[in-house]
């Protein structure tokens, strides 16, 4: 079965320091997908990144950057410059290839705090 | 506006009535997929459609639950005999696939409070 750990419950910060959510999961898959969403208090999860099992290159979107490492079943997400704006829950979740329905499997989500 | 769209956003029930909720998909998705989200967790899977045709059904799903999603556009998701456990946020989300998985763009929700 999938599993998603997002061991951090709450991580707070000062606006401008860096800040790194980590996300372990595991499957029996060697195809899957791996999804970082963020839920701001408004409440609606917004998509932020998409990662498929075989392409391990870091990706960089302004001051977002994702590491996944498929030795240590990781894939975790760093914001550079953290803003108040940052502030919400983020959710790491993984999706089978040979589950058809590729339903999401979430992590219990980290709650960021920065303070300005 | 053309995001996956859900109403109400927010209901109050008292233990025991039906309650429905709808979700309307962004219009060329032929995915869709609806999760629960209690306080404090991520949302977990419920069931899902591919065109009009319900595919999956978690165990979370219970015989009081039903979905529906006729002419594979909107879907509806019923509650029955509604309890004080089915309080949470009934998440709605929207899909394009095409063999590979693909990002799930996802609702404001239906937030249930059950009285």
């Known amino acids: 079965a999938q599993k998603v750990t997002q061991a951090q419950t709450e991580i707070s910060v000062v606006e401008k320091e860096d800040v790194t959510l980590d996300c372990v999961y595991e499957?029996?898959?060697?195809?899957?997908?791996l999804f970082w969403y963020k839920q701001p208090p408004s409440g609606e999860l917004v998509f932020l990144i998409r990662?498929?099992?075989?392409?391990?290159q870091n990706e960089i979107s302004g001051r977002y950057s994702w590491n996944f490492q498929k030795s240590t079943s990781s894939f975790n997400f760093t914001i550079t410059a953290s803003q108040v704006v940052d502030s919400a829950v983020y959710f790491c979740?993984?999706?089978?290839?040979?589950?058809?329905?590729?339903?999401?499997?979430f992590g219990k989500g980290i709650t960021l705090s920065v303070r300005p | 506006d053309t995001g996956v769209s859900q109403d109400p956003r927010h209901k109050i029930t008292k233990r025991g009535q039906n309650v429905t909720f709808r979700c309307d998909p962004i219009?060329?998705?032929?995915?869709l997929y609806w999760y629960r989200q209690t306080l404090g967790q991520g949302p977990e899977f419920l069931t899902y459609?591919?065109?009009?045709?319900?595919?999956?059904k978690s165990r979370l799903l219970s015989d009081r639950f039903s979905a529906e999603r006729p002419k594979g556009s909107f879907s509806t998701l019923e509650i029955q005999r509604t309890e004080q456990g089915d309080s949470a946020m009934y998440l709605c989300?929207?899909?394009?696939?095409?063999?590979?998985?693909?990002?799930?763009?996802f609702g404001p929700g239906t937030r249930l409070t059950v009285t």
């Open positions: 989300a929207s899909s394009l696939e095409q063999g590979s998985s693909y990002e799930q763009y």
């Open positions: 499957t029996r898959d060697t195809t899957y997908y």
């Open positions: 990662r498929n099992s075989f392409d391990e």
């Open positions: 979740a993984l999706s089978e290839e040979s589950g058809a329905n590729s339903k999401l499997t």
């Open positions: 219009s060329e998705h032929n995915r």
């Open positions: 459609f591919q065109n009009e045709a319900q595919l999956e």
